[in-house]
């Protein structure tokens, strides 16, 4: 039986940050909603509560019945979870006099406490949180201090019940991972027995069960997501597998022929569909961000329903949907960030079940599972690209034309990008998370060439470091290739006479610019 962390989710944006932390410590975790606990689940070794954008005092904020797991499991509170905690059981949460956010270092720490082992006094933490604990309940002790916060981490002395006030799934709390590890491992007793490899012998197994002699259809869109899922389902199901790649017109240049090539090298039964008519025609004169997301999301399952209805065996859709996708898509706060094409469900006219065989895994995960089944590395290091293709790294409405020059202008930066060596032997493309040509189709500025005057469109360069999506930092390139990129894209690529680059961070900007 799979050992497993279930961390109840507050609504805290670094909830998915905690998940990926404990997954690096080899164990399987679950993030459920606050109020799903699974009360009757054997392999259930620890339970974490997460932090939330609410007060315990809200009268909107989350609440959970803590006797289902307090004195069962070992419990780990982290920032409103820690208050959380001491609210229920007796202690006093107040307003702070000021928001409490950004580095401290924890002044004094009971190093015998199992929670603390191998820590270093004045170890630094991250703290975000307007209240603060200003009494705990009976039968705990204060077991971690800062200079302004007394109960940075208290624990009880009957149950194996601890409580931080800081966040010690961040960057910035130095020993973080240690703390999670003297949690996960030495507290709750994970055998570190999660894998890639355990991964893919568990689903291969799950999937046979799953779906048996059924026919699948599997909606590839040529990055590393629906491509491992293509391979993964191949493993287990051969050719009772077909993948579908719909071309809406709006992938970078080229890529619909090399991609048909690479699935051809991994055996798979792959059927493309060159629809990007349709997709132009139904997106003319369409500015609005969502619309066009929406637009292509309903035309992508149109175009697709009309191929899957040639297979008429198929009793299932499979889907490269991994976990940030679904979050981004609705979190536990029922607010929406942007929409995702595959994400939702399916139109009952489909009359197909629907199969995610990496809806919980992290973008690094999926990476590592597709080494594990042996995929060629270029396709496992592609860098993510979005569903609805170059058609939200335009600002304005979608024309052929306007692909054009982003797919020539995007050409020579990605080539670019794989083509320089930095000083440490690796490329730029390896080194960052994701890369990008935005056109500002809505602008025009002013430039010269030779004798004339241009009055054409500006590009945005982006290019962001980052290890899930959920958060990322602009990446600093190196002057001389951002000179050698643009003044390659202005004297090769009709349309444009002017570079810019983005240096925007994830929060508050997105990665992608619509």
């Known amino acids: 039986m799979q050992q497993k962390i279930i961390i109840l989710d507050f609504g ?22 606050y109020n799903k606990f699974p009360k009757d689940d054997p392999s259930v070794i620890g339970v974490i509560l997460s932090g939330s954008p609410y007060s315990v005092h809200d009268p909107e904020a989350f609440k959970v019945d803590l006797s289902q797991f307090v004195g069962r499991l070992p419990v780990l509170g982290i920032c409103y979870g820690a208050q959380f905690i001491s609210h229920t059981l007796g202690g006093k949460v107040e307003k702070a006099d000021s928001r409490e956010y950004g580095r401290a ?42 200079a302004d916060v007394k109960y940075a981490a208290y624990a009880s002395k009957q149950q194996p019940v601890w409580a931080v006030q800081f966040h010690p799934e961040v960057f ?30 568990t689903t291969v197994r799950e999937l046979k069960e799953q779906i048996g002699d059924d026919r699948v259809i599997l909606g590839l869109s040529g990055g590393v997501d629906s491509s491992v899922a293509a391979v993964l389902l191949n493993k287990a199901i051969g050719k009772n597998l077909t993948c579908i790649f719909v071309d809406h017109g709006m992938l970078r240049k080229n ?87 595959n994400v ?39 860098h993510p690209f979005p569903g609805p293709g170059l058609a939200v790294r335009i600002l304005g409405d979608i024309t052929p034309e306007k692909i054009r020059i982003l797919q020539d202008a ?26 990008g040509v935005i056109l500002l189709s809505t602008v025009r500025s002013v430039g010269v060439m030779g004798d004339e005057r241009t009055y054409e469109h500006p590009v945005a360069l982006r290019a962001v470091t980052s290890t899930d999506a959920m958060t990322a930092d602009w990446a600093h390139l ?11 894209i202005i004297n090769k690529v009709r349309g444009v006479n002017r570079v810019c680059y983005d240096i925007s961070s994830k929060p508050p900007a997105t990665i992608e610019w619509e």
């Open 105 to 146: 270092h924890l002044e004094t720490i009971d190093l015998d406490n199992p929670l603390f082992k191998g820590f270093e006094k004045g170890s630094q933490v991250w703290m975000s949180h307007g209240d603060t604990i200003t009494a705990i309940p009976d039968g705990f002790e204060c077991i971690a201090s800062t």
């Open 344 to 382: 939702g469900g399916l139109p009952k006219e489909m009359n197909l079940q629907l199969c995610e065989p990496l809806k919980w895994l992290f973008k690094d995960e999926v990476r590592r599972v597709g080494r594990q089944l042996g995929m060629p590395e270029h396709l496992i290091t592609r």
């Open 478 to 488: 190196p002057y001389d290739f951002l000179a050698k990129v643009s003044n390659e």
């Open 12 to 33: 805290s944006q670094t909830t998915q940050l905690i998940g990926r932390r404990v997954r690096e410590l080899d164990t399987f975790c679950e993030i459920l909603p």
């Open 172 to 201: 910035h709390t130095i020993q973080g991972t240690q703390l999670l590890r003297n949690f996960v491992v030495d507290i709750c007793g994970s055998r570190q027995d999660w894998s890639a490899a355990s991964f893919v012998d």
């Open 255 to 341: 890529e619909f022929t090399q991609v048909m090539e690479d699935y051809k090298v991994l055996g798979l039964n792959v059927i493309g569909v060159d629809a990007s008519q349709k997709f132009f025609t139904d997106l003319a004169g369409v500015t609005e961000p969502e619309q066009k997301r929406k637009i292509i999301g309903r035309d992508f399952v149109e175009v697709f329903n009309a191929e899957a209805k040639k297979i008429t065996d198929a009793k299932w859709l499979a889907q490269g949907t991994i976990y940030p996708d679904r979050i981004e898509s609705l979190n536990i706060t029922g607010k929406v960030i942007k929409s995702h094409h």
């Open 410 to 435: 995007d050409d020579i930066y990605i080539r670019g990008l794989r083509e320089y060596v930095d000083t440490d032997g690796e490329t730029l493309y390896n080194k960052i998370w994701q890369a």
